[in-house]
């Protein structure tokens, strides 16, 4: 089984600062198969990102994803209020599994 | 655009089986392009694949989950279900139908529906 952790655990930052979220595979994610998703309180996840650095159809430039083998990192620029959520990280190169999560808040 | 919405008991008592019925409404269950999927998330905690399943019949399930899932496809109906069988309170979790890809990339999202395992 793939192992995914995600760090930080938790990420405090302001509007129009840079987050950057790391998401590192025990094993090598096979053709880069990892996505992202975004998820809001009492919301159901939103894909972001996948095959590590394509974005999901609506969803705005200031989400970027990249990385390759072990590590993978979403960047999101600008930072707005709206983007307090948590973010996983899932890789489905070899069935398929979820980091533990990185919790964003904005000041 | 494609909507997804599942339904179900809210309770389920332990060593008994949870059934769960996702019905898709703007897509085809029998998409040659898609994968129906589960995914469980225990309160307060993070997400869990269960598996996915093509109306084809092709499907793969998490290992840890393996013995005790069961998903089909109801073509007539344009829903799928997941049958998860001899519970304990550790299944008790938002469970969340999802749209796939042949490899789990997974959208859109029903919205979710908590199944607690109590007596």
């Known amino acids: 089984e793939v192992l995914l952790t995600q760090s930080p655990g938790t990420l405090s930052l302001s509007p129009g600062e840079r987050a950057t979220l790391s998401c590192r595979a025990s094993?090598?994610?096979?053709?880069?198969?990892l996505a992202w998703y975004q998820q809001k309180p009492g919301q159901a996840p939103r894909l972001l990102i996948y095959?590590?650095?394509s974005r999901a159809t609506g969803i705005p430039d200031r989400f970027s994803g990249s990385g390759s083998a072990t590590d993978f990192t979403l960047t999101i620029s600008r930072l707005e209020p709206e983007d307090s959520a948590v973010y996983y990280c899932q890789q489905y190169g070899a069935s398929c599994s979820f980091g533990q999560g990185t919790k964003l808040e904005i000041k | 655009q494609v909507q997804l919405q599942e339904s179900g008991p809210g309770l389920v008592k332990p060593s008994e089986t949870l059934s769960l019925t996702c019905t898709v409404s703007?897509?085809?269950?029998?998409?040659?392009?898609?994968?129906w999927s589960w995914i469980r998330q225990p309160p307060g905690k993070g997400l869990e694949w269960i598996g996915y399943?093509?109306?084809?019949?092709?499907?793969a399930y998490t290992h840890s989950l393996k013995s005790r899932a069961t998903m089909s496809v109801d073509t007539s109906k344009n829903q799928f279900s997941l049958k998860l069988s001899s519970v304990t309170a550790a299944d008790t979790a938002v469970y969340y139908c999802?749209?796939?890809?042949?490899?789990?990339?997974?959208?859109?999202w029903g919205q979710g529906t908590l199944v607690t395992v109590s007596s």
């Open positions: 399943m093509h109306y084809t019949g092709a499907s």
């Open positions: 094993q090598s994610v096979s053709n880069n198969y």
């Open positions: 095959g590590a650095s």
């Open positions: 999802a749209r796939a890809l042949p490899r789990p990339v997974l959208d859109p």
């Open positions: 703007g897509g085809s269950v029998s998409s040659d392009n898609h994968y």
